[in-house]
């Protein structure tokens, strides 16, 4: 009896992170130039951000986020238009940052929408991964970030960090 089920619930476990990648939607953000697939509807946090690349020592910054079963799915993007920013520096301080947070594991050269950045991918201690496409785009930086707990009940499991990743797109990056 439990052999004839078997098949089922791993048909199950396969279908399963792309029945819950469906349930993402695109969300269009026109004044911050993107649009993304979030697994639910983002909240809205505006900050200064820390940086050496403004005289004021700090840059707005927008982030856009949803907590799916303990994975943060973000955007977070610092506005330099008004600051004459050295994009390399205001890219390797982020960088720098996400370093922080463990051991590198990934950093390599990404391109979407014809826009160069890195995706980067640091590993905790505690073995939590995050995974980030990091691109600046005039005067703006993006960060898109997943931070994936070694231990959550996201429904896309895994799946999750492509899907976020790769649905990112520059709405007008010329």
Do not use: C
Not at 10 to 33: K, N, V
Not at 58 to 67: F, G, Q, S
Not at 150 to 171: C, E, K, R
């Amino acid at each position: 009896m439990r052999a004839r089920f078997f098949p089922i619930f791993i048909g199950f476990l396969l279908a399963w992170p792309a029945y819950s990648a469906e349930r993402w939607r695109e969300y269009t953000y026109p004044e911050d130039g993107f649009s993304a697939s979030f697994p639910g509807k983002p909240v809205i946090v505006k900050r200064l951000s820390k940086t050496s690349q403004s005289p004021n020592r700090a840059v707005p910054e927008r982030i856009y986020w949803v907590n799916e079963g303990g994975v943060i799915y973000s955007i977070s993007v610092m506005d330099f238009s008004k600051a004459e920013a050295d994009p390399d520096i205001a890219v390797g301080e982020v960088v720098s940052a996400l370093m922080g947070l463990g051991r590198l594991a990934f950093d390599e050269s990404i391109y979407t929408d014809s826009m160069h950045g890195r995706e980067i991918v640091v590993i905790g201690d505690d073995g939590t991964s995050y995974t980030d496409g990091i691109f600046y785009v005039r005067r703006l930086l993006y960060q898109m970030k997943v931070v994936y707990p070694a231990v959550n009940n996201d429904p896309a499991g895994s799946s999750g960090i492509s899907v976020f990743l790769t649905q990112f797109h520059f709405t007008n990056p010329f």
